[in-house]
């Protein structure tokens, strides 16, 4: 069993900043790539960002140039720093394994990223 813990999310301005956690932990193979997904409001889940254990990265066209994705391979955690935040970036952002589609059906709770005056 696999377990996704994330954090960081909350209220900001349009062009404010936020930077996400996630802890990977349980049976995970600690080599895999890891990945960000997010999910607005009647829309389906999509990937944000992903990266692999040698840091090789892979970014949706939508955030490329805002926002940097990285990884902290002894603590099974990734990071996701969102700069120039814009209103459409509002949804859940979740954490799972995979570089460009999610390797578990287990999903976290995700954290809360909310971009609004």
């Known amino acids: 069993q696999v377990q996704f813990v994330e954090s960081g999310g909350g209220l900001v301005q349009p062009g404010g900043s936020l930077r996400l956690s996630c802890a990977a932990s349980g049976s995970i193979d600690s080599t895999y790539a890891m990945g960000w997904y997010r999910q607005a409001p009647g829309k389906q889940r999509e990937l944000v960002a992903a990266i692999t254990i040698g840091s090789r990265t892979n970014y949706a066209d939508f955030v490329k140039g805002r926002f940097t994705i990285s990884r902290d391979n002894a603590k099974n955690t990734v990071y996701l720093q969102m700069n120039r935040l814009k209103s459409e970036d509002t949804g859940v952002y979740y954490c799972?394994?995979?570089?460009?589609?999610?390797?578990?059906?287990?999903w976290g709770q995700g954290t809360q990223v909310t971009v609004s005056d």
């Open positions: 799972n394994a995979g570089y460009s589609s999610p390797l578990y059906d287990y």
